[in-house]
């Protein structure tokens, strides 16, 4: 029976972060008391305002089809949003498609851009669905491994010696899930150079440029310059800032030929993104007020959870955790216990019920990947059990 499906139903990998969660959710269902560091997404609700303005939205009848890229209200506000924040220059809403969730966003920035064959750079450890997303293309994958000593950041001459005549995309994730790696400007800079030298496309996902730590601020390749923007797909989106997983509304802001390229696209999978969502969207957008208020709070309990994790991680022998600067991930290197991350992960749920993702799904055997998107309690009493776990090994 297994003929009857496609090679790309057959190549495709299943999400392993998802797969844990679940474990651990059932695990969880049946009583046991699971620590879940699994989850990739804020333990907050939605703020009311912006969930009273999609309720409105409905009430109001807003429930029909709209134009396939998204709310052109809410398409001007981003581009003018990214314009003040990421300093992108020259764009208007015919640059940006509102979708059904982030990792549509990507993967439709994947399919506008890549073609069969074509070799897409890949830098380790990344999110697990780039790699299957390429393949969904028929692309190649091209890994190209950034080393823990550089904060897990592909360097620019790394970037320049994996270059092929068939390279056509180049995929940067900052803040990076699953390291919490911020790359700096001037990181950026040098990247985009060599980008733009050989004339390839950075799709550069942002998705959680908005929860960064210890002062830094996030910069996207789109605002370096005219020419960096013009090699750069920009991904954004509404999870992981606004605390609006389920909602499923991502963004991308491209150069005026990709954006039509994904426009078309989307026109023939899914149409326009959930419309009374989008309304919802726009308010996020337009109460600024509410909206600095609602991520202020959110950033003051992941900071203070990142630092217990992070000083809790390096207090236990065989561990150590370099200090991330973003997103809600820490990457810790569990390499000296002699393990395998597929095997401590395993363990450590068995004999401590703590669920945590193997880096090896995320192409990095050393390390484990821990959301701290969990409460204060869970990461004392996660930590506890690491601690006793990590001292039998
Ligand atoms: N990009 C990265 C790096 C992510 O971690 C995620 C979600 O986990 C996404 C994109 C997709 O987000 P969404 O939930 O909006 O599809």
Same mark, same amino acid.
């Given at each position: 029976m297994n003929d009857r499906l496609?090679?790309?139903?057959?190549?495709?990998s299943p999400s392993p972060t998802l797969a844990v969660d679940s474990k651990a959710k059932k695990l969880k269902a049946e009583g046991k008391d699971?620590?879940?560091?699994?989850?990739?997404?804020? *333990?907050?609700?939605?703020?009311?305002?912006i969930k009273y303005a999609a309720i409105k939205a409905l009430c109001d009848g807003k429930t029909k089809y709209i134009a396939s890229s998204g709310l052109p209200e809410l398409r001007d506000r981003l581009a003018a949003l990214y314009a003040e924040k990421k300093g992108i220059k020259g764009i208007s809403a015919d640059n940006i498609v509102v979708s059904a969730g982030g990792?549509?966003?990507?993967?439709?920035?994947?399919?506008?851009?890549?073609s069969p064959g074509d070799e897409v750079i890949i830098p380790a450890p990344y999110w697990v669905s780039y790699p299957e997303m390429v393949k969904l293309?028929?692309?190649?994958?091209?890994?190209?491994?950034?080393? &823990?000593?550089? *904060?897990?950041?592909?360097?620019?001459?790394?970037f320049e010696a994996a270059i092929t005549p068939k390279t056509k995309m180049?995929?940067?994730?900052?803040?990076s899930n699953p390291t919490g790696s911020v790359y700096s400007r001037d990181d950026l800079d040098a990247l985009m150079k060599v980008a733009v030298k050989h004339r390839i496309t950075v799709?550069? *996902? &942002?998705?959680?440029?908005?929860?960064?730590? *210890?002062?830094? &601020?996030?910069s996207s390749p789109a605002g370096l310059s005219d020419e960096a923007r013009e090699y750069t797909?920009?991904?954004?989106?509404?999870?992981?800032?606004?605390? $609006?997983?389920?909602w499923r509304l991502g963004v991308m802001c491209a150069p005026l030929d990709i954006a039509k390229a994904v426009a078309k696209l989307q026109t023939q999978t899914t149409s326009n993104a959930n419309t009374f969502a989008q309304y919802g969207a726009l308010e996020a957008i337009k109460d600024t007020e509410n909206a600095k208020r609602s991520l202020a709070k959110m950033l003051e309990s992941f900071d203070r959870r990142r630092l217990m994790l992070w000083e809790g991680f390096n207090a236990i022998d065989g561990i150590s955790c370099r200090r991330a600067k973003g997103a809600f991930y820490l990457f810790p290197n569990i390499s000296s216990f002699g393990l395998g991350s597929t095997e401590f992960c395993a363990k450590l749920l068995d004999e401590e019920l703590v669920a945590v993702v193997p880096g090896v799904a995320f192409g990095s055997d050393a390390n484990v990947r821990f959301s701290y998107a969990v409460s204060d309690a869970v990461i004392e009493?996660?930590?506890?059990? $690491?601690?006793?776990?990590?001292?039998?090994?």
């Open positions: 496609s090679v790309w139903a057959k190549n495709i699971v620590c879940g560091f699994g989850a990739g997404e804020p *333990d907050f609700d939605t703020p009311d305002f990792k549509f966003s990507c993967y439709l920035s994947i399919m506008a851009v890549v293309a028929g692309g190649v994958p091209v890994f190209v491994s950034a080393s &823990e000593e550089n *904060d897990f950041k592909l360097t620019p001459e790394q180049l995929v940067l994730n900052t803040p799709l550069s *996902d &942002e998705m959680y440029a908005s929860l960064t730590y *210890d002062g830094f &601020e996030a797909i920009m991904i954004s989106g509404f999870s992981k800032a606004y605390s $609006m997983t389920g009493k996660g930590l506890e059990r $690491m601690k006793k776990f990590c001292a039998r090994l």
